[in-house]
């Protein structure tokens, strides 16, 4: 496929008009502090910045920062600046900043940079992140957002990153407006964003649902005999999915779920009926693991049987995620020890699928090595093969993946990452790892990728020849329009490509999310748009429900998506049976 123009926010207004900021706003950030920004730059050879008076347009003065070769993350060439007004969580907080590109070497000639209001500890708490592209042409951008911190003067910062491939742009007329919480975002100004590709008649989609039909479904044919084994026709039949083959899932918190009150029960009840596949957040991750007492282990055991009982697939996460960071405190002690940092590493991968074995469909065996590394920098490369072969050794049925979130999130922009992910994937496969699967992350804020771009993504790693699985999608923002329409768009996608076996959300209930906007259903259970475009897409339109009589030959013959059924023989009970490529044909008995 030819390299396709990638665009994270279009601006509905072409020309520039600047718009006031409203009234009633307390300053946190004024427009003359842009001079006492500070500078993180990899080095010379790789980016540099200045401050530079402007004769015309918008802003008087504004930073010019040139990238000149792709920094290892985006974050490595940026300017910080301290708020210098109080904010509080749940504050509506409200931006503006202008931005133009003067020389950019990618697809579409535009310039991008990243908008960050964050705490400015180490924690580095985000209220929101967005990147922007701009044109020659100075672009206003404005967008209120709600704090998620408190915070005094001087403790939050912004954030303009630019660590992007090689190209020139000019940022100015910061500012930022505090309308403490009674105002909420939605009454403010926005400036309006939009993605390619996102109209109903868009080529792509039509194209998306010819392949849905030709590669998600199967004929069926179900074959009633009587009881001397001949041919039953008229016979009224009726058959109903129940469960898709397909990981249509999300994020879980076991103790959520095994919880009391209306809640959990409630909790139960979405997670039975609208998932097919489930990841556990947080239980299994080594720290987490360890540091559990006997009764939460048991505890995230039971959990794992409430979904092996209802025959709801599962995927294990993570047995590494190998920087010194997220490993347990008994791995950090033994920096300097890499024969028992190895014995180890092993004992961690065997047990933990060991303990899962014949329960998971499928388990990370690491993630993020392009981030967190700091355990294949004491045990060598090869050290992560061995991994994999733990894993297979403990449970040679258990499908194994590496995940990062390099790939679709943010556009896929950041090249080396993207490059590396591959590198590591291909490096596994030439050291014979039993690899069977990639996973991208998949956490959007307001810069989604196109669906033509998100396409050529998943072309570029289905190309690998493993499967493909969406493993923490979510979209974290507040236009639930936007919100809604990506979350339809990117499913079709990934459900039209060969290469995807799953997309799993990273959670689903605002009671118990990681980034609330970013949930189906809100606290009190009501549906949000993009909980409702889950719901049609995954349990109505790719759904498969048919009634009918048998054929003169006692057959019933349907297409449909693969998946657990309910299937009824005239006024007998329901039988529940599997159909899928592997058993595409199957005969009853009538009572």
């Given at each position: 496929?030819k390299?396709?123009?990638?665009?994270?926010?279009?601006?509905?207004?072409a020309?520039?008009?600047?718009t006031?900021?409203?009234?009633?706003?307390?300053?946190?950030?004024?427009?003359?502090?842009?001079e006492?920004?500070?500078?993180?730059?990899?080095?010379?050879?790789?980016?540099?910045?200045?401050?530079?008076?402007?004769?015309?347009?918008?802003?008087?003065?504004?930073?010019?920062?040139?990238?000149?070769?792709?920094?290892a993350?985006?974050?490595?060439?940026?300017?910080?600046?301290?708020?210098?007004?109080?904010?509080?969580?749940g504050?509506?907080?409200?931006a503006?900043?202008?931005?133009r590109s003067?020389?950019?070497?990618?697809?579409?000639?535009e310039?991008?940079?990243?908008?960050?209001?964050?705490?400015?500890?180490?924690?580095?708490?985000?209220?929101?992140d967005?990147?922007?592209?701009?044109?020659s042409?100075?672009r206003?951008?404005?967008?209120?957002?709600?704090?998620?911190?408190?915070?005094?003067a001087?403790?939050?910062?912004?954030?303009?990153?630019?660590?992007?491939?090689?190209?020139?742009?000019e940022?100015?007329?910061?500012?930022?407006?505090?309308?403490g919480?009674?105002?909420?975002?939605?009454?403010?100004?926005?400036?309006?964003v939009?993605?390619?590709?996102?109209?109903?008649?868009a080529?792509?989609?039509?194209?998306?649902?010819?392949?849905?039909?030709?590669?998600r479904?199967?004929?069926?044919?179900?074959?009633?005999?009587?009881?001397?084994?001949?041919?039953a026709?008229?016979?009224?039949?009726?058959v109903?999915?129940?469960?898709?083959?397909?990981?249509?899932?999300?994020?879980?918190?076991?103790?959520?779920?095994?919880?009391?009150?209306a809640?959990?029960?409630?909790?139960?009840?979405?997670?039975d009926?609208?998932?097919?596949?489930?990841?556990?957040?947080?239980?299994?991750?080594?720290?987490?693991?360890?540091?559990?007492?006997?009764?939460?282990?048991?505890l995230?055991m039971?959990?794992?049987?409430?979904?092996?009982?209802?025959g709801?697939?599962?995927?294990?996460?993570?047995?590494?995620?190998?920087?010194?960071?997220?490993?347990?405190?008994?791995?950090?002690?033994?920096?300097?020890n890499?024969?028992?940092?190895?014995?180890l590493?092993?004992?961690?991968?065997?047990?933990?699928?060991?303990l899962?074995?014949?329960?998971?469909?499928?388990?990370?065996?690491v993630?993020?090595?392009?981030?967190?590394?700091?355990?294949?920098?004491v045990?060598?490369?090869?050290?992560m093969?061995?991994?994999f072969q733990?894993?297979?050794?403990?449970?040679?049925?258990v499908?194994?993946f590496?995940?990062?979130y390099?790939?679709?999130?943010?556009?896929?922009?950041?090249?080396?990452?993207?490059?590396?992910?591959?590198k590591?994937?291909?490096?596994?496969?030439?050291?014979?790892?039993?690899i069977?699967?990639?996973?991208?992350?998949?956490?959007?804020?307001?810069?989604?990728?196109?669906p033509?771009?998100?396409?050529a993504e998943?072309?570029r790693?289905?190309?690998?020849?493993?499967?493909?699985?969406?493993?923490?999608?979510?979209?974290?923002?507040?236009?639930?329009?936007?919100?809604?329409?990506?979350?339809?768009?990117l499913?079709?996608?990934?459900?039209s490509?060969?290469?995807v076996?799953?997309?799993?959300?990273?959670?689903?209930?605002?009671?118990?999310?990681?980034r609330p906007d970013a949930?189906l259903?809100?606290k009190d259970?009501?549906?949000?748009?993009?909980?409702?475009?889950?719901?049609?897409l995954?349990?109505?339109?790719?759904?498969?429900?048919?009634?009918?009589?048998?054929?003169?030959?006692?057959?019933?013959?349907?297409?449909?998506f693969?998946?657990?059924?309910?299937?009824?023989?005239?006024?007998?009970?329901s039988?529940?049976v599997?159909?899928d490529?592997n058993?595409?044909s199957?005969?009853?008995?009538?009572?």
């Amino acid at each position: 496929m030819k390299a396709l123009a990638i665009v994270f926010l279009t601006v509905l207004h072409a020309a520039y008009a600047a718009t006031p900021a409203p009234d009633g706003g307390s300053p946190v950030f004024k427009v003359s502090a842009i001079e006492s920004f500070a500078l993180d730059s990899p080095s010379r050879d790789t980016a540099r910045a200045e401050l530079m008076d402007i004769s015309s347009g918008p802003v008087i003065r504004a930073w010019r920062m040139e990238t000149l070769r792709q920094p290892a993350e985006t974050w490595k060439f940026q300017l910080r600046g301290r708020s210098s007004g109080p904010v509080k969580r749940g504050d509506t907080l409200w931006a503006r900043f202008f931005l133009r590109s003067s020389a950019s070497r990618n697809e579409t000639g535009e310039g991008h940079a990243t908008f960050v209001f964050e705490s400015a500890d180490e924690r580095h708490v985000k209220s929101i992140d967005l990147t922007f592209s701009a044109g020659s042409e100075w672009r206003e951008f404005c967008f209120p957002f709600e704090c998620r911190s408190d915070l005094a003067a001087g403790e939050a910062q912004i954030s303009i990153r630019a660590g992007f491939r090689p190209q020139v742009i000019e940022v100015g007329g910061i500012e930022v407006f505090n309308y403490g919480p009674s105002v909420q975002p939605a009454d403010l100004p926005r400036t309006q964003v939009d993605y390619p590709g996102r109209e109903l008649d868009a080529a792509w989609r039509m194209e998306a649902e010819a392949r849905i039909e030709k590669i998600r479904k199967n004929d069926f044919t179900l074959c009633v005999v009587d009881a001397a084994g001949k041919p039953a026709p008229g016979v009224k039949i009726d058959v109903r999915l129940r469960r898709h083959a397909f990981g249509f899932g999300s994020a879980v918190d076991g103790s959520v779920l095994l919880g009391n009150g209306a809640d959990s029960e409630r909790y139960r009840e979405v997670i039975d009926r609208s998932f097919s596949r489930v990841v556990f957040e947080n239980e299994l991750k080594w720290q987490s693991w360890e540091s559990a007492s006997d009764g939460r282990r048991a505890l995230s055991m039971e959990a794992i049987e409430w979904f092996r009982k209802r025959g709801i697939a599962m995927r294990g996460h993570v047995l590494l995620w190998p920087s010194w960071q997220y490993l347990p405190e008994s791995m950090r002690r033994l920096r300097g020890n890499p024969v028992e940092l190895r014995r180890l590493a092993l004992e961690r991968v065997h047990g933990m699928v060991s303990l899962t074995r014949g329960r998971f469909h499928d388990w990370d065996v690491v993630n993020e090595p392009y981030a967190h590394h700091d355990l294949m920098d004491v045990l060598g490369g090869g050290a992560m093969a061995d991994w994999f072969q733990a894993a297979h050794e403990a449970d040679p049925e258990v499908r194994l993946f590496l995940n990062d979130y390099a790939g679709l999130a943010a556009g896929g922009m950041n090249t080396r990452h993207k490059d590396h992910f591959e590198k590591t994937v291909r490096d596994l496969q030439e050291r014979y790892a039993p690899i069977h699967g990639i996973g991208l992350q998949c956490h959007f804020g307001w810069s989604v990728t196109p669906p033509e771009a998100a396409l050529a993504e998943l072309d570029r790693w289905g190309k690998l020849g493993l499967e493909v699985q969406l493993t923490e999608f979510d979209i974290d923002i507040t236009d639930e329009e936007l919100q809604a329409d990506y979350t339809r768009d990117l499913l079709t996608l990934a459900f039209s490509h060969p290469s995807v076996t799953a997309i799993m959300t990273w959670g689903f209930w605002e009671g118990r999310h990681w980034r609330p906007d970013a949930a189906l259903w809100r606290k009190d259970w009501s549906l949000k748009p993009n909980g409702k475009v889950w719901l049609d897409l995954t349990t109505r339109r790719w759904w498969t429900q048919a009634a009918g009589v048998t054929d003169a030959k006692g057959g019933f013959h349907l297409r449909g998506f693969p998946g657990d059924y309910e299937v009824r023989i005239g006024s007998g009970p329901s039988e529940s049976v599997r159909l899928d490529a592997n058993r595409s044909s199957i005969t009853f008995t009538r009572p």
